[in-house]
C-alpha cells in the first residue's frame, strides 16, 4: 500500500498503523530504503493453514524451521538444519526467527475470530 499510495502522492495515514516501505524509488531506479528482507505468508487452500516465511537474498526460514540457502537450492528440497550453520549462516536464521516472531500475531488468520477473508 505504501507504495501505491507515493505513486499518487500521498502519505499513509497514520491511524492505518502500517510499517510498510515504498519500493517506488526503487521502480525509478533509484536507491530507496529497502528492507534486509522480506516477510510473507499466504493461506493454501481449501484447508492447508499458512505458509509464513521470512528471507533475504540469499536465505529462506519458514515458521515451522526449515531453513534453506535458496541461491543454491531453489526448489527448497534440502532443509538446512540449524546445528548445521556456521556463525554468520545462525545470525542470518535467528534475524529472520526474529522476523517470523515479531508478526506472528498480526496475520488476519492468527487474529481471534477472523477466518483470513
Known amino acids: 500500500m505504501p ?3 507515493d505513486v499518487a502522492h500521498e502519505k499513509v ?3 492505518l498503523q502500517i510499517d510498510g516501505r515504498s519500493f517506488l524509488p526503487q521502480l525509478q531506479g533509484k536507491k530507496g530504503n529497502p ?3 522480506i516477510y510473507s505468508w499466504f493461506l493454501f487452500p481449501p484447508n492447508g493453514g499458512p505458509k509464513v ?3 533475504n537474498q ?3 526460514l519458514y515458521d515451522d524451521g526449515k531453513f534453506y540457502d ?5 526448489l ?3 532443509p538446512i538444519p540449524e546445528k548445521d550453520l556456521d556463525v554468520k549462516t545462525k545470525k542470518i536464521y535467528h534475524d529472520l526467527k526474529d522476523v517470523l516472531d515479531t508478526y506472528a500475531t498480526r496475520r488476519l488468520d492468527a ?3 477472523n477466518s483470513g477473508q
Do not use: G, Y
Open 53 to 55: 516465511f521470512a528471507r
Open 111 to 113: 487474529i481471534p475470530n
Open 70 to 74: 535458496i541461491s543454491k537450492d531453489v
Open 13 to 15: 495515514p497514520e491511524s
Open 58 to 60: 540469499q536465505f529462506k
Open 3 to 5: 507504495t501505491f499510495l
Open 35 to 37: 528492507r534486509d528482507w
Open 76 to 78: 527448497e528440497d534440502n
